[in-house]
């Protein structure tokens, strides 16, 4: 409970990272995604959809701290019950963008966070959670007169182990981020 806590609070700040650098410096983004996860086959589940809302503080032009919160649900006949499978991730991405013209910033990214997993079988619930890695890949297409509005589209994979498993899932998302500032 202690490392969860420990987790959340550090997920609050990095969030809120760019209210507390001030709007007017440019420092920030929010943002969120929406897409499909294609979740790992020892799992019992095939693809779910998934909703992201993301926060990052930029600690120069190439590089950025993002908090993200991440859910995927899916429902499958596991053994010949229905079974509701719901997974959610808290991170902490590192994210370097690469230098192109003004308006598509493309990137790498890599967090480390929490995965909780929860599984509802014949009306009982199990849930488990562990660390979770994440790498990825994606782009920012910025448009608007002043270029801070951005389509934003991810590919990433996730490794957790809950239920005494290591899964890997495959995540394409798309979204839109909003530049806080005047960066």
Do not use: C
């Not at 779910?48 to 919160?69: D, H, K, P, V, W």
């Not at 562990?130 to 589209?153: D, E, H, P």
């Not at 995540?171 to 500032?181: C, D, E, P, R, Y």
């Amino acid at each position: 409970m202690k490392r969860i806590s420990g987790l959340l609070l550090l997920m609050v700040l990095v969030v809120s990272a760019p209210a507390l650098a001030g709007i007017g410096d440019q420092n920030g983004e929010i943002g969120f995604n929406y897409g499909s996860t294609q979740l790992d086959s020892d799992t019992g589940f095939d693809s779910a959809t998934s909703l992201a809302l993301r926060g990052g503080y930029f600690l120069n032009q190439s590089f950025e701290i993002e908090g993200q919160i991440a859910s995927s649900s899916e429902d499958a006949q596991i053994a010949g019950n229905d079974a509701d499978g719901t997974f959610r991730m808290y991170m902490v991405n590192g994210l370097y963008n690469f230098q192109t013209p003004k308006e598509i910033t493309p990137y790498v990214m890599a967090g480390i966070g929490m995965a909780d997993t929860e599984v509802k079988v014949a009306g009982v619930s199990n849930t488990d959670n562990s660390t979770a890695y994440q790498v990825g890949a994606g782009s920012r297409f910025f448009f608007g007169k002043k270029k801070t509005t951005a389509f934003r589209v991810d590919l990433s994979m996730i490794q957790e182990t809950t239920f005494d498993e290591t899964s890997t899932h495959k995540n394409v998302s798309a979204g839109f981020s909003w530049k806080l500032g005047n960066r």
